[in-house]
């Protein structure tokens, strides 16, 4: 599956952003979608997943109450709904597509990754 990510840009400390990710391809509701960060000179960072019905999701403890991840199967995107935002949140985000029904945090887990798009909060 290809997948475009987009809805970055620059934001002050405790605003909102939602980052979109289209896919096209193969079937999409049958992936579990993620969303993981990176910063330069830093590892991949597993930031929410969600499964295929969106029953099931997962969020790394920092974000947890402050994002939302959520899909719609009809229209093949993921979004990730970035609330309360602070400086530490600053990354490049990347969605990534996973043809298994598990929702896992590492990124040899994911088989396709979109192009990433930047979020920057400043204080």
């Known amino acids: 599956v290809q997948l475009q990510a987009s809805g970055g840009g620059l934001v002050q400390a405790g605003d909102s952003l939602r980052l979109s990710c289209a896919a096209s391809?193969?079937?999409?509701?049958?992936?579990?979608m993620a969303w993981f960060r990176q910063n330069p000179g830093k590892e991949r960072e597993f930031v929410a997943a969600?499964?295929?019905?969106?029953?099931?999701?997962d969020y790394l403890d920092s974000v947890k109450g402050r994002f939302t991840i959520s899909r719609d199967n009809a229209k093949n995107t993921v979004y990730l709904q970035m609330n309360s935002l602070k400086p530490e949140d600053t990354a490049v985000y990347y969605c990534?597509?996973?043809?298994?029904?598990?929702?896992?945090?590492?990124?040899?887990?994911?088989?396709?990754w979109g192009q990433g798009t930047q979020v920057t909060v400043s204080s």
């Open positions: 391809g193969r079937t999409f509701s049958w992936y579990v």
């Open positions: 990534a597509a996973r043809g298994r029904s598990e929702l896992l945090r590492r990124t040899s887990a994911y088989m396709d």
């Open positions: 969600i499964s295929w019905s969106a029953g099931s999701t």
